[in-house]
């Protein structure tokens, strides 16, 4: 089952009310208002942000966080070779490793989209996957998947609508906030998507050694990028290293940095502090115009329209 339809109905219409009516003073102390504003907004929890949006978007490039997205009302869906996972209001997207994806969604002004994004804290997620995984060592093992789409369950319902509530109350999101939040974390790890996401976590294996890889990229992806280096500290010969990075990622190594780069650099560019070829800079690129080609390329539009782009419909918080 998704989230019942009458509770999330509720909820967004709460916070549509609201911002129409400027009824939803912030929670004090916290500049949080439960009323959403156009594009990302965040809230008092670390790593929880509320999007909505009245933008149509088709066939957009993303690279989300490890993580898991629930959508309240709307729909999006993402492609990645060719396997489409929906998240709606009857299913949310877990992600387990960082990878570059295409995406659409559906809203509208009289419907706009409305879902909770949950930025994994790892350290957190490792422990409770180290906990399952002692305890449930047969039912945790999977094979490792960067993108699973779930149906949504009673349990994880249930936690999302309260985290949602707690959000709305700063006496119960101090008191409550936390535990609601690994809580969350700990449903999403022991749902239908969980071994996959374990596995990821536990860096065992093959697919281990590219997580492990995946993360010393996050770390240096503006630093120069040998493939060879890469796959002998992941005890892998070239070709291999090439088969099963794919096999993650969709990409090829050098095809996932460049993402990472690109994406990295739309967030600076939307934050206005550096100019173009000071962004290309600081994501590793020798070139402003090899930056500039590659960007558009990528997301269809010049870096300067993609960046008032992302101001107007997502905010700075994207």
Not at 94 to 120: G, I, K, N, Q
């Amino acid at each position: 089952m998704g989230i019942d339809r009458g509770n999330s109905e509720c909820l967004a219409k709460s916070y549509e009310r609201g911002k129409r009516a400027g009824e939803a003073p912030c929670a004090r102390g916290t500049g949080w208002s439960p009323c959403p504003h156009q594009g990302y907004n965040s809230t008092p929890l670390q790593g929880v942000r509320i999007l909505r949006t009245e933008a149509v978007l088709h066939d957009v490039p993303v690279l989300y966080k490890p993580g898991a997205i629930f959508v309240l009302q709307g729909r999006k869906q993402g492609v990645l070779e060719g396997e489409v996972y929906l998240y709606d209001e009857e299913h949310y997207l877990a992600v387990s490793v960082p990878v570059p994806f295409r995406m659409e969604s559906v809203a509208s002004p009289e419907r706009p989209l409305l879902a909770v994004y949950v930025e994994f804290d790892m350290r957190l997620a490792a422990e409770i996957a180290s906990e399952v995984g002692a305890r449930h060592a047969r039912s945790t093992v999977g094979k490792v998947k960067s993108l699973v789409s779930s149906r949504m369950e009673p349990a994880i319902e249930d936690v999302v609508l309260r985290l949602l509530r707690a959000l709305h109350d700063p006496v119960e999101l101090t008191i409550l906030g936390s535990g609601i939040l690994r809580e969350l974390h700990y449903r999403v790890l022991v749902g239908p998507q969980g071994g996959a996401m374990i596995s990821a976590l536990q860096q065992c294996g093959t697919s281990g050694r590219i997580v492990q890889s995946l993360a010393r990229l996050r770390e240096t992806y503006s630093s120069e990028i040998l493939v060879a280096a890469l796959a002998g500290e992941a005890g892998m010969s070239v070709p291999s290293y090439h088969v099963h990075f794919k096999a993650l990622t969709g990409s090829s190594p050098i095809q996932y940095v460049k993402a990472m780069r690109l994406h990295e650099a739309r967030l600076m560019l939307a934050r206005q502090d550096k100019t173009i070829a000071e962004v290309a800079a600081s994501v590793g690129y020798a070139s402003p115009a090899q930056f500039s080609r590659d960007f558009k390329r990528h997301f269809r539009r010049t870096a300067s329209e993609e960046a008032e782009w992302v101001r107007r419909h997502l905010g700075e918080l994207a």
